[in-house]
């Protein structure tokens, strides 16, 4: 069967309704309108109804969307249906939150081994995984068949981890270092950047403070 | 003067040419193509030119773009320029790494106060900077002029935290906490989600090995 191809921007707001439908389903609440979704996502509902319909047609007229049918159907699209294993490699602040953070352990998608550079931190703990030396890490994708790895190594260490993990046979990756990092055409590659975030919040922030300036004018 | 409106997208891309920029600049590289930016961003040189055309025209044919040149107008866009400051809340291992992390520190953009809800936290030590009580919030935000809000709460501690940051006159929020916030319609919020990330990489995985065994069967 194949799937129609789905924007980047709709699978990216995917994991917004399975967490919106998961805080319903724990509420008990079975079906949901796309006005009501629209509400708590901050999103126009006809957006939503499209979003939804690449998957089939789900909601119905006057009755909405049944969480617990859209729950599955969303968790299948995303392939959390299946286990997918992660390495981390860094072991510093920034990677002992991800480890706690790491909500979705009790779904598929799990951080299954931590890697570091430094032998300060090798042998340590984070949430019941041993650190290990970056050189265990081709052997252990392997042995754990591990499939996205996580970069929280400073910047100019990050290249070289991104080296690393694409030879050990990882597929995807999600960097937090703040670089530009080179990795081969079929390796998918995501980034979260703090600063970039921030930045961006400041262009707005002053964008509206001189709209009120001209307001002010008038 | 009237700027003109700049899609998000390209708000959010100025960063990574800053990056680049800043990189090229200290490696005393005085002038750059499309094609070269284009490279080191994986991006297309015609959405280069684009983007920067924004701007203004500063690129000349055959020669390129003066690297110090763009550096200072993408500063002045993003207004750099001038001072903003910023508070954490949320003192855990993430807003540690923050606080770390905060590379733009010789930048006009800081990390000036760092507050937690947890008496534990309060009065300890995060980079020069004494946690303060989450009480101390409001004046604090008069006293140093903050502008953006930093949330690296846990979820459920996440819009009751978001409340006091609006209620404090804080005009942007930058929230990590895997949770979805109501905020007034003037307050600028993004939000940075690592399990979002993770799952949406996930979903091109899996496509990718579909199409391999596509053309496996071929």
Redesign the interface.
């Known amino acids: 069967m194949k ?1 129609t191809k ?1 924007s ?1 921007a709709v ?2 707001r ?3 309704y ?3 439908l998961n805080e319903l389903y724990y509420r008990e609440i079975q079906t949901v309108s796309s006005q009501e979704l629209g509400i ?3 999103l126009n509902p006809a957006q939503i109804r499209k979003d939804l319909a690449y998957f089939g047609d789900f909601g119905r007229k006057g009755i909405g969307y049944d969480v617990t049918y859209l729950i599955e159907k969303i968790r299948q ?4 249906d299946q286990k ?1 294993n ?1 390495a981390l490699v860094g072991a ?3 990677g ?3 480890c ?2 790491n ?2 352990s009790n779904d598929n ?1 799990k951080i299954t081994a931590v890697f570091d550079v430094h032998p300060s931190k090798i042998g340590t703990q984070i949430n019941h995984l041993t650190v290990l030396p970056i050189e265990a890490l081709a052997e252990t994708v392997k042995e754990l068949n591990i ?2 790895g ?1 970069i929280t190594v400073p ?1 100019f260490e990050a290249q070289n981890v991104a080296n690393q993990i694409v030879e050990a046979g990882i ?4 960097n937090f270092a ?1 670089a ?1 990092l080179r990795v081969p055409d ?1 390796i ?1 590659i ?1 980034h ?17 403070r ?1 709209a009120d300036n001209e307001s002010n004018l008038d």
Do not use: W
């Not at 597929?171 to 999600?174: A, D, K, T, V």
């Not at 600063?195 to 509206?208: D, F, I």
């Open positions: 799937q789905i980047e699978v990216k995917l994991p917004i399975l967490q919106v708590k996502l901050d699209i995303l392939k959390l997918i992660v510093g602040n920034l002992h939150a991800l706690n953070y909500k979705y998608m499939r996205l996580i910047a597929e995807g990756i999600l703040p530009i079929e998918r995501h979260v950047d703090f600063t970039r975030e921030l930045l961006s919040l400041a262009y707005y922030l002053e964008r509206e001189e």
